[in-house]
C-alpha cells in the first residue's frame, strides 16, 4: 500500500499530489495529458529527488516525512526509463555487472542473474556495446538490469515511447509476462491508453500536478466521461481465458465462469497470438464500443458470431458526440459497452433492466 501527500517544485512546475491511497500489488499505471505530472510524482514516490516534500509510506515502511526522506537505494526500487539510462562504451555485460555488484546481501534471492538474461531474451547482445543496440535491445538490457537487483518494486516511465510499433509490441508482451511471472509491484507511466487497459490493476488520474483518482481498471472503463476514452471513444477490457483453436482457425476466448460467453476471434487478426501453454491461459479482450451493435434477440441468419447475451445496466448520453453509451452487464458481472446512436436507441425502445444481445463485430486479443 502507497500512503501519502507529496510536494516537489520543479522548475515552474508543482507537484501538489493531495492525500492519496492506493494498493501496491499488481500493475499501478499514472496516467494524464503530457505536462500533467507523471515523471514528477514517480520521481517523489522513488526519492529519487531530494527536494520532495510532504508525507509517503510504502506498507510499514516511512519514506518520506517532511525533509526528512528515506535514502533511494534502501527503498529497493529497480528503475526502466525512457531513455533505458544504460551506461555508455560499456558493455551489456558490463552493464548487468554493474547491477549484481551492488544488490545488498540480504536481498541475494529470487531467480539467477542467468535466468533473467534468458528470460528477457538478450543472450546474443552480452559482448555488444551498448552504443550498438536498437531502441527496443536496449530497454530489453534495461528490464534485465532492474531485475538483477532484486527489487521489490518496479518503477517504469513511458518505457514504449520512444520505439518503433514492432518493438513496442515485443516489449509490451515482455513486460507484461515478467511482471506476471515474478509478481513484482509495479509503478508504470504511459499516455497511451491501450497500455493502461493491457497492464493495469489500477489507474491514478493525473492533472495539473494533482491526483483527480484513483480508480480499478474496470472503475476507469465503466464511465462515460473516462479520461482514458479521450482517443477512440469508450472502450471495454474483458477479462477472460483462452480456449482451443478450432478447426476453422477460429480462437475461443471465454469467460473465467463457466458457460457463461464465448467469443470468437478470426486467428488471422491475431497472428502474433501464441498458441496458449495451457488450455485455459489468463487473457484480456480489447473491444471498441463502436463496433458493439445490440439486438433484441439472436439472429441465425446473420454472419455475426459473437452474439452475448446481457442485460441492460444503463444508457449514458456522451456530450461530445451526442451518441449513446450502452453499458451491458454480461452474465459474469462484466461490462460490455455498445456506443449507439439516440435513433436507434429509440427504435429498438432500449432501457435499463431488458434483456438483449450485444453483437461483437470485431475485438483485439490483449496477449498475456
Do not use: C
Not at 489507474?203 to 479521450?230: C, H, K, N, Q, Y
Amino acid at each position: 500500500m502507497f500512503k501519502g501527500n507529496l510536494q516537489l517544485e520543479l522548475g515552474n512546475f508543482t507537484l501538489d499530489s493531495g492525500k492519496f491511497a492506493f494498493d501496491s500489488t499488481g500493475v499501478t499505471v499514472l496516467f494524464g495529458r503530457s505536462g500533467s505530472g507523471k515523471s514528477t510524482l514517480l520521481r517523489a514516490l522513488s526519492g529519487l529527488d531530494k527536494d520532495t516534500r510532504g508525507t509517503l509510506q510504502f506498507g510499514n515502511e516511512v519514506w518520506q516525512n517532511g525533509r526528512k526522506a528515506l535514502p533511494v537505494e534502501r527503498r529497493d526500487i529497480g528503475f526502466v526509463f525512457q531513455t533505458a539510462a544504460l551506461l555508455p562504451g560499456k558493455t551489456v555485460q558490463s552493464n548487468l555487472d554493474y547491477a549484481i555488484k551492488r544488490v545488498p546481501k540480504g536481498r541475494a534471492h529470487g531467480p539467477s542473474p542467468q535466468e533473467i538474461i534468458d528470460r528477457v531474451g538478450i543472450g546474443y547482445l552480452l559482448d555488444r556495446s551498448v552504443d550498438n543496440l536498437s531502441g527496443g535491445e536496449r530497454q530489453r538490457v534495461a528490464i534485465a538490469r532492474a531485475l538483477l537487483t532484486r527489487p521489490r518494486l518496479l518503477m517504469m516511465d513511458e518505457p514504449l515511447s520512444a520505439l518503433d510499433w514492432r518493438a513496442k509490441t515485443e516489449l509490451l508482451t515482455l513486460i507484461e509476462s515478467v511482471i506476471a511471472d515474478y509478481q513484482i509491484p509495479t509503478l508504470y507511466i504511459t499516455h497511451t491508453p491501450v497500455e493502461v487497459e493491457r497492464l493495469a490493476s489500477r489507474v491514478v488520474f493525473m492533472a495539473d500536478g494533482r491526483i483527480t483518482s484513483v480508480e480499478s481498471l474496470t472503475e476507469a472503463t465503466t464511465r462515460i466521461d473516462s479520461p482514458l476514452f479521450t482517443e477512440e471513444g469508450p472502450v471495454s477490457v474483458l477479462h477472460g481465458v483462452m480456449g482451443a483453436i478450432d478447426d476453422d482457425g477460429l480462437i475461443a476466448f471465454e469467460s473465467t465462469k463457466a458457460d457463461v460467453f464465448t467469443f470468437w476471434l478470426n486467428r488471422a487478426e491475431h497472428a502474433n497470438t501464441p498458441t496458449p501453454k495451457t488450455p485455459k491461459t489468463q487473457a484480456r479482450l480489447r473491444v471498441l464500443a463502436r463496433d458493439v451493435a445490440i439486438a433484441r434477440q439472436r439472429y441465425s441468419d446473420i454472419s455475426m458470431l459473437n452474439q452475448i447475451p446481457a442485460t441492460i445496466d444503463r444508457i449514458e448520453a456522451d456530450p461530445e458526440t451526442h451518441r449513446q453509451a450502452v453499458f451491458l452487464t454480461l452474465d459474469d458481472g462484466q461490462t460490455l459497452i455498445a456506443e449507439l446512436s439516440r435513433r436507434s436507441v429509440a427504435t429498438l425502445d432500449l432501457a435499463a433492466g431488458q434483456s438483449v444481445f450485444g453483437l461483437v463485430k470485431t475485438a483485439a486479443l490483449m496477449d498475456q
